[in-house]
């Protein structure tokens, strides 16, 4: 008697397990659905939409930042300028050589920072 019974719950079992392997793909879909809620794919982001005096409120604020910069950019170039001007020839002779081994160390600095970093990224890619 236990061994009929152990072979038909076995029997059962594996022609649940068959049909549930043969079943459509819509049906695994409405069970992945009941299981995990309503969809499995990517969730609709909800856009909050600012109200349109806070919009101009922020651009005028960028506005003003863009302006602030530039003008502090500009007012720094006057100064070294100025700065060059007020010394004697050979010190602005001087001075300008001096910006020109800068510009031409910085330069080689970074092409070697390059090459080094590119030599790196082909060795673990």
Do not use: H
Not at 98 to 111: E, G, I, L, M, Y
């Amino acid at each position: 008697m236990r061994k009929l019974f152990l072979f038909l719950l076995f029997l059962f079992l594996t022609a649940g397990i068959c049909d549930a392997q043969l079943s459509k793909k819509n049906s695994v879909r409405k069970t992945e659905k009941g299981l995990f809620g309503k969809s499995l794919g990517k969730k609709k982001e909800v856009k909050v939409k600012e109200p349109g005096a806070v919009v101009k409120a922020k651009k005028k604020q960028e506005a003003k930042e863009r302006k602030m910069k530039s003008d502090y950019a500009k007012s720094v170039k006057r100064s070294q300028k100025r700065t060059i001007e007020i010394q004697s020839p050979e010190v602005q002779a001087r001075m300008k050589q001096n910006q020109k081994d800068t510009a031409a160390r910085d330069k080689s600095k970074k092409k070697k920072v390059k090459t080094t970093t590119r030599k790196a990224g082909k060795k673990y890619n």
